[in-house]
């Protein structure tokens, strides 16, 4: 999508369509011709409230040929995730009667809503919203694509001034539909393999680091939760390492870790899951998936910090060689003097049995600060609905700044705790732990079992079970994979920049 600026009057504009954001119950400024069309209108058709949309015919009142009023909701109320929702629903009105070209007004005097962040809401959400997942379809009849976007600018802002913040959110809305592209792929198109060509795609592209651990590089390393949830698929699990310099590293900067659970396709193995709905455990590799859109959108921002992407890749298929309720089995150990053993309770329990290794490795790497993301568990989704993800961890600085994160962004964290009772509901009488507390406080339980590969560590687990795909239309989120987390990590990492590198001894510009 083309973007461009203009900094002329928004309704002496020739065009399709220009879009008029408004606050509930508060005139709009304007030319009389502007005045006479909303005279027309009732209370009812338009007021400004949140989610309101009218689409107006000027009928050569304006020079523009359509007016799309789009409401933002009480001003006192208004933040910038009102504006991209707005947005959003506006760019799939367009898109849905058939529009290509638009002209969109940036409001500059909105109270905490600074105009460069206001437009780059707006760019971010009209990219989220108008993405399509069409790459099986036949059909040539696709919906019409928005292809050119022109930004009004107020009289006393310059393109120059908001550029920065336009570059970024499409870098960040890129790297979050290059995730959702791949997310909503299915279990036969992408396999651990698949995925760890995708990581080496992304590394050529953007000089990263990438090392794959095939199944016998597992088998040296002693990669034993890898191994045995994927025992039972004819595709080989695989662990993807990917590795981000920034232009000026420090001398001896150890990296923050972002680990990824990516289950390619996730049947449960020998504890079956029911066959409804079975079909979207393809979203099962969100988490790593959002970490490579995370790596991507970091190096294309340059962002001044190194990073470690871990995912843990496995497909969890029954068959003859599938691992069993029962079984008691030995993480990946490093450079410990032995790894640790989990009793396997139901095998559907799978994500933190690869995301221990994952951790375990990153840890032995030297990480810094360690992020996980997994659709962990469908307790989460029970505790917090399909709004918000899981937090928990053993860091309570870094689940604040992240919770912070998911507030700015949309995608929003909600801590839970992790007590040390909760622990104890793990124990095990034949192995260090099980893979399963039981039915209460899942989710938790789920976390408590991932913090004994941390040790001191300062870690977050975020649990998107309920928050990596959609099964309805959202403001911009169509159905399907939704790229979550890549947004909130690049959020905290540009936030974390200045302190870490100070820290760190890295070089400031």
Not at 84 to 97: E, N, P, Q
Not at 449 to 465: E, K, N, S
């Amino acid at each position: 999508m083309k973007i461009s600026f203009a900094s002329d009057a928004l309704f002496s504009w020739q065009s399709p369509v220009v879009v008029v954001f408004a606050t509930k119950n508060e005139p709009l400024a304007g030319p009389p011709a502007l005045q006479t069309l909303l005279h027309q209108l009732t209370h009812e058709e338009f007021d400004g409230s949140e989610k309101k949309l009218l689409l107006l015919h000027t009928a050569g009142q304006l020079p523009a040929e359509r007016l799309l009023l789009v409401g933002l909701g009480e001003t006192k109320e208004l933040t910038l995730e009102t504006v991209r929702r707005a947005a959003g629903l506006a760019a799939k009105k367009l898109r849905d009667v058939g529009l290509t070209r638009a002209g969109v007004q940036i409001r500059a005097d909105l109270p905490d809503c600074p105009v460069a962040d206001f437009a780059g809401a707006v760019v971010e959400a009209v990219s989220l919203a108008t993405y399509q997942f069409n790459q099986f379809k036949t059909s040539d009849n696709h919906s019409t694509q928005l292809e050119s976007l022109t930004l009004a600018l107020p009289t006393d802002v310059t393109a120059s001034s908001i550029r920065a913040a336009i570059d970024r959110a499409r870098i960040i809305a890129d790297a979050t539909n290059y995730a959702r592209s791949i997310g909503n792929l299915p279990g036969n198109v992408v396999t651990p393999a698949v995925l760890a060509h995708y990581a080496r795609q992304l590394a050529r592209q953007y000089r990263l680091k990438c090392t794959i651990l095939n199944q016998a590089a597992l088998r040296r390393g002693q990669f034993g939760g890898l191994l045995a949830v994927g025992g039972g698929s004819t595709h080989e699990p695989h662990l993807i390492v990917l590795e981000y310099q920034p232009p000026t590293p420090g001398r001896h900067a150890s990296p923050i870790a972002l680990i990824g659970k990516a289950i390619t396709f996730d049947s449960g193995g020998i504890s079956l899951k029911p066959s409804e709905k079975m079909d979207e455990m393809k979203f099962d590799k969100c988490g790593g998936v959002a970490v490579l859109g995370t790596l991507r959108a970091a190096a294309e921002l340059r962002l001044p910090i190194p990073l470690l992407g871990v995912i843990a890749a496995a497909e969890n298929l029954p068959s003859a060689t599938s691992y069993r309720p029962g079984d008691i089995i030995t993480s990946y150990r490093g450079k410990e003097k032995r790894g640790v053993t989990i009793e396997v309770l139901n095998t559907d329990a799978e994500g933190r049995i690869v995301l221990c290794d994952a951790l375990a490795y990153a840890r032995q790497r030297g990480a810094r600060t360690m992020i996980d993301l997994a659709t962990l568990t469908g307790a989460c989704v029970v505790a917090l609905g399909p709004h918000c993800a899981g937090l928990l961890g053993n860091d309570l600085s870094l689940q604040e700044q992240l919770r912070a994160a998911g507030q700015r962004t949309g995608d929003r964290v909600w801590p839970l705790p992790l007590w040390p009772e909760y622990k104890e509901m793990i124990k095990s009488d034949v192995a260090d732990h099980k893979n399963t507390g039981g039915r209460y406080g899942g989710a938790i339980t789920a976390a408590a079992f991932l913090a004994r590969y941390v040790g001191d560590t300062p870690w977050a687990h975020i649990d998107i079970a309920g928050t990596a795909w959609t099964s309805e239309e959202k403001p911009y989120h169509p159905k399907g994979a939704t790229g979550f987390g890549i947004r909130l990590l690049v959020d905290w990492l540009s936030r974390s920049c200045g302190p870490l590198q100070q820290e760190m001894g890295i070089p400031q510009s």
